[in-house]
């Protein structure tokens, strides 16, 4: 089916008009708009590839780590995700008992394959953990007692239940049996991700030796306080070698935090939500089987209610996280859209999903966005040719 959207591309400004067919784009044009005198520039959105998250754990009241994962839980994500422009997402399995990720990954290999409502938005999935560091802090909000070592014939199953979409795995790498463990899983060409952690130099070079490309949330995951220098997280910023992904929600990274680390990282940063099953809800304590009992703020702060400084994932969306990098630091509006499309798609290796270009699958997120206050509102979301989510 032939289909067209018209926009202004994030990272030029042109006016375009992109044709598709069958899923994928068939032409990119340049809209004259001198000689159309009824349209201006302004009066089109802006447009570009559909934003990627490379970290859901649930979005609005639909958990994928609970008790049992469902396909309502996992509908109930991905269509929570296309109305904050989330064209393409890693459902994000986290530390828990064997069975328990075990399903989880079995119902989202089933949903993925099932054709069912944006099941192509399943991009993959992330594993975090449950090969993380044991210590407080470090461990965040996953449960200590299903921390353990890398073990490779248990990944080679959950894999085997995920019918191989397990596309990233973030551990930690000071965890014995690490080093060779990420490279397996670099010549199984999974994406290795550094996080939740307490690895010292010389343990992340060896990781990045090994093969790992990415640190996972960087500056959270962490303990709460840390020596001056050296430490993990100095660390990993000065590693060319590493992309980092960052939480932009304002409560994760205090403002002037995100500016400095988005400049260390320059072009090899990503922003991800971290969103969990709270992200979207009211104010209030609230339980989970991740993270026990937590509070949300109205201020959209969400921690275990145990320990107030420590974060329970992040109840903000992408749509937040690029209006928050724009209007606290000094990244562009162009190069924060890019580090939800080109660089996490090219984190994948996978860089067609990130390009608007013939040939490419149609995946394009189109948005309001106002200079003067940096706010941004999703118009629409497509997914392989079809609008999954239009605003009224």
Known sequence: ????????????????????????????????????????????PWISSGWIDLQVNGFGGYDLNGTVTSQGDIEGVTKALHKRGVALYLPTVITGSYDRMRQAFSALSQ?????????????????????????????????????????????????????????????????????????QLVKAGVVVAIGHTMATAEQLDQAADAGATVSTHLGNGSQPVLPRHPNYIWQQLAEDRLWATFIPDGHHLAPPVLKAMLRAKRDKAVLVSDAVMFAGMAAGRYSSLIGGEVELTAAGRLHTVENPAILAGSASSLDIGIANAVRYTDMSLAEAVSAVTSRPAEVLDTPQWGELKIGHPANLTLFAYDESTSDLVVQETVVAGESVYRSK
Request: contains cysteine.
């Open 111 to 183: 949903y993925s394959q099932s054709g069912l409502y944006g099941s192509a938005s399943l991009a993959g999935i992330h594993m975090e953990g449950p090969y993380l560091s044991g210590e407080d802090g470090s461990r965040g909000a996953h449960p200590r007692e299903y921390i353990r070592n890398p073990d490779w014939a248990e990944f080679q199953q959950l894999q085997d239940a995920a019918g191989g979409l397990i596309k990233m795995v973030t551990l930690a790498p000071e965890r014995e049996g690490s080093i060779p463990f990420i490279r």
């Open 1 to 44: 089916m032939l289909m067209l959207w018209r926009g202004r591309l994030s990272d030029t400004g042109e006016s375009v008009e992109v044709r598709t067919k069958d899923g994928r784009i068939t032409a990119i044009t340049h809209i004259p708009l001198d000689d159309a005198p009824c349209v201006s520039s302004s009066d089109l």
